[in-house]
């Protein structure tokens, strides 16, 4: 037995007068007529947050949340309701409501709960915990003092730790039974300068499955900090980004926000069931130039978006989606998967127990390729060089996706010259990775910051990629 | 479930007491002063996608939060459990956090004479007994219009009746509580239209506080299809500088942006664009914008703010003129101006209509871009720079030629506001923020 069963039980059942023995007298509750498939998903989150600004602590918070979910699957249907009160009877009323979707068919016997095996990925202690008040407290303020005296241009800085000690078990009719504890924190540092009546920002963290000790070593909280600042001065000088198709290199790391929009929302396993997505109906053609292999890998130790086990009990894996530009393979929850007559590929992921889940990315990267980056910025004219990228978004129906440059600079005769201001960039997912026509040998997984959002739900996801060349996409700067 | 009949205007009194009993815990814990919101909500969710039931989903949420002082040094915390321990505990964490948060001058609840002394009845509170099999009838109907308005709509993304109801209370240690419940509902629909081998997808929707008061089911599917379908062919146009007009649907997001430009917690953060431009003409002399908390039904109707004082109408831009920020207690001490009332945000506002209809501002017009779609969160609000990926129509001659995508708009928001020629008679009204299209004289179009 998973040596986490015990204390996630203890945890989330034992206050309710509940054991691991009851789960399939629960279970029962949903196994009605018609009930194809149907799982319970108990959840207790604690988070916190503490934030600096004017270089004083203004503010910290806690938020305890804690319910169950309950969901009962008829063919495609699907019920859903959750309570706050894990006991017994508001069980009864949410499984009630929820199987009310299947009206007649088979009944599903209750498989006795068997544990999933799984490998787990990052420690189990609360990082709540793993530092005292004092020090966080202390932590914020050394920061925020030693970054003040990197520059004399700097007008603000805000400072912000978050922390969450999740424990998670879901139990389903098909006799999956898994318990999770999932740990995750953030450090963040957002710098505004000044400088001859001009400002602007920057901000950089970081963070991950792990404790805060995390942002101690090797001083990262401190090179956060640093980041931020250098990304706001190099903004000051920026210049109006230019207008039109240009030739764009893509940094390491970050920038892998490209992927998760231009191709990883696509791939999602829901989508393509639906024939929504305008990578629907085409595994085993080219969707990509051949330099491109991409992934999603929820096996990453202690990575932002990583899990040891999904949000439907599944163990996550790497799932090759695409290699040498050929479509592989779809992201999949359970759902998609039973009805697409495939295997769940551990991407079943849901923001909390008053949520459904769905198919989700986890770490989504692109694999390295053969190019020295330098070269890679060597063989463009003129074009964009993007250092750093904000935020995206796609629709993958037409498969449009954007993403902003919060650090970019032009490239002029092969060489890295001005920067411009933030830009938005706009293309067509298949479209323009038909166009990646170099792909560096610096394969850079992000800081840990990314937060991906669909149908109204966040979870913590992670990108990467090396460094890249797509021959045109749109820049909309107003320059010429 | 078992308590539905807590929410609504009967239960009120006993959320109200269950605000004074945390705020009596907070008090019996040692803090100084203490505010305390407690929530009760409970909703239905159908969605339907061809022609089948896809999802039924029954929300109940319940929670409370607080945030207590030691003097000038603040924490707070949140939970969704409601037992006495629960209330224990939350306050106790709350304690820790500002027993180790810094001293902040600033810092602190309302004075008592500026709470809310009366809360008037904005008429939000009206539920919709609606059963999960009618909800499905109504989402299905919506449907089946939208399939049936075109023969390209090949498929569907999903359609949803939502309907909602909770129950609010807020309550300080200044001896402000309030409480009121309400209701909002909505039915959304999305369609896919797909011809020659392009697929595009559009939406539609309403949402409303009265069920009754939503638009027919089949007119907002069959609003759905026509855009869905008007906007197969879609391309990129060349790189241009053309006057743009902003549909209303994505006016109101103009004037969001220009609401978080002047908010107190941006202004005093120095990351606004706009700080230090109080009284300077922003907008041209015959647009006004002003703040109105109490229209009946309104989606963002409210009799106190989140500080617990009295909201009340007001311009934030008169005449062109910029003559109030958006303030809450907190912001307005750092920044030395009294509260706004603003605490939470805007309660409904409003921009001055024009007279001229959509057809009328596109002959206006004559050539550029009329933009119904934006995408990506593009805007530095420390230089007001603003770049967002963008679709819609191209128009010439004042009419509409071809669906436009893959575009990107750009410009700053502080020229942008500058240069509205005007705006349209076609308010949008699902929104917090009233206003019709507006048109804008220039901006970057990027493309091909």
Same mark, same amino acid.
């Given at each position: 037995?998973?040596?986490?069963?015990?204390?996630?039980?203890?945890?989330?059942?034992?206050?309710?007068?509940?054991?691991?023995?009851?789960?399939?007298?629960?279970?029962?509750?949903?196994?009605?007529?018609?009930?194809?498939?149907?799982?319970?998903?108990?959840?207790?989150?604690?988070? *916190?947050?503490?934030?600096?600004?004017?270089?004083?602590?203004? *503010?910290?918070?806690?938020?305890?949340?804690?319910?169950?979910?309950?969901?009962?699957?008829?063919?495609?249907?699907?019920?859903?309701?959750?309570?706050?009160?894990?006991?017994?009877?508001?069980?009864?009323?949410?499984?009630?409501?929820?199987?009310?979707? @299947?009206? #007649?068919?088979?009944?599903?016997?209750?498989?006795?709960?068997?544990?999933?095996?799984? @490998?787990?990925?990052?420690?189990?202690?609360?990082?709540?915990?793993?530092?005292?008040?004092?020090?966080?407290?202390?932590?914020?303020?050394?920061?925020?003092?030693?970054?003040?005296?990197?520059?004399?241009?700097?007008?603000?800085?805000?400072?912000?730790? @978050?922390?969450?000690?999740?424990?998670?078990?879901?139990?389903?009719?098909?006799?999956?039974?898994?318990?999770?504890?999932?740990?995750?924190?953030?450090?963040?540092?957002?710098?505004?300068?000044?400088?001859?009546?001009?400002?602007?920002?920057?901000?950089?963290?970081?963070?991950?499955?792990?404790?805060?000790?995390?942002?101690?070593?090797?001083?990262?909280?401190?090179?956060?900090?640093?980041?931020?600042?250098?990304?706001?001065?190099?903004?000051?000088? #920026?210049?109006?980004?230019?207008?039109?198709?240009?030739?764009?290199?893509?940094?390491?790391?970050?920038?892998?926000?490209?992927?998760?929009?231009?191709?990883?929302?696509?791939?999602?396993?829901?989508?393509?069931?639906?024939?929504?997505?305008?990578?629907?109906?085409?595994?085993?053609?080219?969707?990509?130039?051949?330099?491109?292999?991409?992934?999603?890998?929820?096996?990453?130790?202690?990575?932002?978006?990583?899990?040891?086990?999904?949000?439907?009990?599944?163990?996550?894996?790497?799932?090759?989606?695409?290699?040498?530009?050929?479509?592989?393979?779809?992201?999949?929850?359970?759902?998609?998967?039973?009805?697409?007559?495939?295997?769940?590929?551990?991407?079943?992921?849901?923001?909390?127990?008053?949520?459904?889940?769905?198919?989700?990315?986890?770490?989504?990267?692109?694999?390295?390729?053969?190019?020295?980056?330098?070269?890679?910025?060597?063989?463009?004219?003129?074009?964009?060089?993007? #250092?750093?990228?904000?935020?995206?978004?796609?629709?993958?129906?037409?498969?449009?996706?954007?993403?902003?440059?919060?650090?970019?600079?032009?490239? *002029?005769?092969?060489?890295?010259?001005?920067?411009?201001?933030?830009?938005?960039?706009?293309?067509?997912?298949?479209?323009?990775?038909?166009?990646?026509?170099?792909?560096?040998?610096?394969? @850079?997984?992000?800081?840990?910051?990314?937060?991906?959002?669909?149908?109204?739900?966040?979870?913590?996801?992670?990108?990467?990629?090396?460094?890249?060349?797509?021959?045109?996409?749109?820049?909309?700067?107003?320059?010429? | 479930?078992?308590?539905?009949?807590?929410?609504?205007?009967?239960?009120?009194?006993?959320?109200?007491?269950?605000?004074?009993?945390?705020?009596?815990?907070?008090?019996?814990?040692?803090?100084?002063?203490?505010?305390?919101?407690?929530?009760?909500?409970?909703?239905?969710?159908?969605?339907?996608?061809?022609?089948?039931?896809?999802?039924?989903?029954?929300?109940?949420?319940?929670?409370?939060?607080?945030?207590?002082?030691?003097?000038?040094?603040?924490?707070?915390?949140?939970?969704?459990?409601?037992?006495?321990?629960?209330?224990?505990?939350?306050?106790?964490?709350?304690?820790?956090?500002?027993?180790?948060?810094?001293?902040?001058?600033?810092?602190?609840?309302?004075?008592?004479?500026?709470?809310?002394?009366?809360?008037?009845?904005?008429?939000?509170?009206?539920?919709?007994?609606?059963?999960?099999?009618?909800?499905?009838?109504?989402?299905?109907?919506?449907?089946?219009?939208?399939?049936?308005?075109?023969?390209?709509?090949?498929?569907?993304?999903?359609?949803?009746?939502?309907?909602?109801?909770?129950?609010?209370?807020?309550?300080?240690?200044?001896?402000?509580?309030?409480?009121?419940?309400?209701?909002?509902?909505?039915?959304?629909?999305?369609?896919?239209?797909?011809?020659?081998?392009?697929?595009?997808?559009?939406?539609?929707?309403?949402?409303?506080?009265?069920?009754?008061?939503?638009?027919?089911?089949?007119?907002?599917?069959?609003?759905?299809?026509?855009?869905?379908?008007?906007?197969?062919?879609?391309?990129?146009?060349?790189?241009?500088?053309?006057?743009?007009?902003?549909?209303?649907?994505?006016?109101?997001?103009?004037?969001?942006?220009?609401?978080?430009?002047?908010?107190?917690?941006?202004?005093?953060?120095?990351?606004?664009?706009?700080?230090?431009?109080?009284?300077?003409?922003?907008?041209?002399?015959?647009?006004?914008?002003?703040?109105?908390?109490?229209?009946?039904?309104?989606?963002?109707?409210?009799?106190?703010?989140?500080?617990?004082?009295?909201?009340?109408?007001?311009?934030?831009?008169?005449?062109?003129?910029?003559?109030?920020?958006?303030?809450?207690?907190?912001?307005?001490?750092?920044?030395?101006?009294?509260?706004?009332?603003?605490?939470?945000?805007?309660?409904?506002?409003?921009?001055?209509?024009?007279?001229?209809?959509?057809?009328?501002?596109?002959?206006?017009?004559?050539?550029?871009?009329?933009?119904?779609?934006?995408?990506?969160?593009?805007?530095?609000?420390?230089?007001?720079?603003?770049?967002?990926?963008?679709?819609?129509?191209?128009?010439?001659?004042?009419?509409?030629?071809?669906?436009?995508?893959?575009?990107?708009?750009?410009?700053?928001?502080?020229?942008?506001?500058?240069?509205?020629?005007?705006?349209?008679?076609?308010?949008?009204?699902?929104?917090?923020?009233?206003?019709?299209?507006?048109?804008?004289?220039?901006?970057?179009?990027?493309?091909?």
């Amino acid at each position: 037995m998973s040596e986490l069963l015990l204390p996630v039980a203890e945890r989330l059942l034992a206050p309710a007068g509940l054991g691991l023995d009851d789960l399939p007298g629960l279970l029962g509750e949903l196994a009605g007529p018609g009930i194809d498939a149907a799982d319970l998903y108990f959840q207790d989150q604690v988070t *916190e947050s503490w934030v600096l600004e004017d270089g004083i602590v203004k *503010e910290g918070s806690f938020h305890l949340d804690r319910g169950v979910g309950v969901r009962a699957l008829a063919g495609e249907k699907t019920g859903f309701a959750y309570t706050n009160a894990i006991g017994r009877e508001p069980l009864r009323q949410a499984a009630q409501a929820a199987r009310s979707i @299947a009206r #007649a068919g088979q009944t599903a016997r209750v498989q006795t709960p068997a544990d999933v095996a799984f @490998a787990p990925l990052y420690g189990a202690q609360n990082p709540l915990e793993g530092m005292s008040r004092e020090d966080k407290v202390a932590l914020l303020k050394r920061i925020d003092q030693a970054t003040r005296a990197l520059d004399p241009r700097i007008k603000q800085v805000t400072v912000s730790l @978050a922390g969450v000690w999740d424990h998670v078990l879901v139990v389903a009719l098909d006799g999956g039974l898994a318990a999770d504890i999932r740990p995750l924190v953030r450090f963040n540092v957002s710098v505004i300068v000044e400088q001859n009546g001009r400002r602007e920002r920057g901000s950089q963290g970081g963070g991950g499955r792990t404790g805060y000790a995390f942002f101690l070593d090797d001083d990262r909280a401190m090179g956060y900090a640093r980041e931020a600042l250098r990304q706001a001065l190099v903004n000051l000088e #920026a210049v109006a980004a230019p207008a039109g198709t240009l030739p764009v290199v893509l940094g390491s790391g970050w920038s892998g926000v490209l992927l998760h929009e231009a191709v990883g929302h696509g791939l999602e396993g829901d989508f393509n069931r639906k024939g929504s997505s305008a990578y629907s109906g085409r595994i085993g053609q080219s969707v990509a130039s051949p330099l491109c292999t991409i992934v999603d890998d929820g096996t990453l130790a202690d990575r932002r978006g990583s899990l040891s086990v999904d949000d439907e009990g599944t163990a996550t894996q790497c799932t090759t989606l695409i290699e040498s530009g050929v479509l592989k393979g779809y992201m999949q929850d359970k759902l998609n998967a039973r009805l697409m007559g495939v295997r769940p590929t551990g991407n079943g992921r849901r923001e909390s127990y008053a949520h459904l889940p769905m198919p989700r990315m986890t770490n989504t990267y692109m694999l390295a390729g053969q190019s020295d980056p330098a070269e890679i910025i060597a063989s463009v004219k003129k074009g964009i060089y993007c #250092a750093s990228l904000g935020g995206g978004q796609v629709d993958i129906t037409s498969g449009k996706f954007v993403f902003s440059t919060s650090e970019a600079y032009l490239i *002029e005769d092969g060489r890295i010259t001005a920067p411009v201001k933030g830009a938005t960039l706009i293309g067509n997912g298949p479209e323009v990775m038909t166009r990646v026509s170099m792909v560096g040998n610096d394969l @850079a997984l992000d800081s840990g910051v990314g937060t991906c959002g669909k149908d109204g739900q966040s979870v913590p996801v992670g990108v990467g990629q090396p460094t890249l060349k797509l021959d045109a996409i749109t820049v909309g700067g107003t320059g010429a | 479930m078992s308590d539905v009949e807590e929410i609504g205007p009967q239960g009120l009194g006993e959320l109200k007491d269950k605000v004074a009993r945390i705020i009596e815990e907070a008090k019996r814990q040692g803090a100084t002063a203490s505010e305390v919101s407690v929530s009760l909500e409970q909703g239905l969710s159908t969605t339907v996608r061809q022609r089948e039931i896809e999802t039924v989903e029954f929300n109940r949420d319940q929670g409370f939060g607080i945030t207590l002082y030691l003097g000038q040094r603040k924490g707070s915390a949140s939970t969704s459990g409601s037992s006495e321990e629960d209330i224990r505990q939350t306050v106790a964490a709350a304690l820790a956090i500002a027993r180790h948060a810094s001293e902040d001058a600033f810092a602190g609840l309302a004075d008592a004479s500026l709470m809310a002394r009366e809360q008037p009845d904005l008429d939000l509170y009206h539920p919709w007994a609606i059963s999960p099999e009618q909800a499905i009838e109504l989402a299905l109907a919506c449907e089946a219009a939208a399939f049936e308005a075109d023969p390209r709509i090949r498929n569907a993304d999903g359609t949803s009746l939502n309907t909602h109801s909770g129950s609010r209370a807020y309550g300080n240690s200044n001896g402000f509580i309030g409480a009121y419940s309400s209701t909002r509902h909505s039915l959304s629909c999305v369609m896919i239209a797909e011809d020659q081998g392009q697929m595009q997808r559009d939406y539609f929707y309403d949402v409303s506080r009265l069920g009754d008061a939503l638009m027919a089911p089949s007119a907002i599917g069959q609003r759905a299809a026509q855009r869905a379908v008007s906007r197969l062919g879609a391309r990129p146009v060349p790189t241009c500088e053309v006057p743009v007009l902003f549909s209303a649907e994505l006016a109101t997001g103009l004037f969001g942006h220009f609401l978080a430009a002047i908010s107190g917690g941006n202004l005093y953060r120095n990351s606004s664009f706009l700080e230090g431009a109080l009284e300077q003409v922003l907008f041209p002399e015959w647009l006004s914008l002003d703040e109105r908390p109490h229209l009946p039904r309104g989606l963002a109707s409210a009799a106190y703010d989140g500080d617990g004082l009295a909201t009340y109408a007001k311009p934030f831009v008169d005449k062109g003129r910029l003559c109030s920020y958006v303030l809450s207690t907190y912001s307005g001490r750092k920044l030395g101006m009294p509260s706004t009332a603003n605490a939470g945000g805007v309660h409904n506002l409003f921009a001055t209509p024009g007279s001229e209809d959509q057809a009328a501002l596109l002959r206006r017009m004559g050539r550029g871009l009329y933009v119904t779609e934006l995408m990506g969160q593009g805007l530095n609000l420390v230089t007001g720079d603003y770049s967002r990926g963008a679709g819609g129509y191209w128009v010439e001659n004042g009419e509409i030629q071809f669906p436009v995508q893959e575009v990107t708009i750009a410009g700053n928001l502080r020229d942008m506001f500058r240069q509205i020629v005007a705006i349209g008679s076609d308010v949008e009204t699902r929104s917090s923020i009233h206003t019709g299209s507006v048109l804008i004289e220039r901006m970057t179009v990027a493309g091909s």
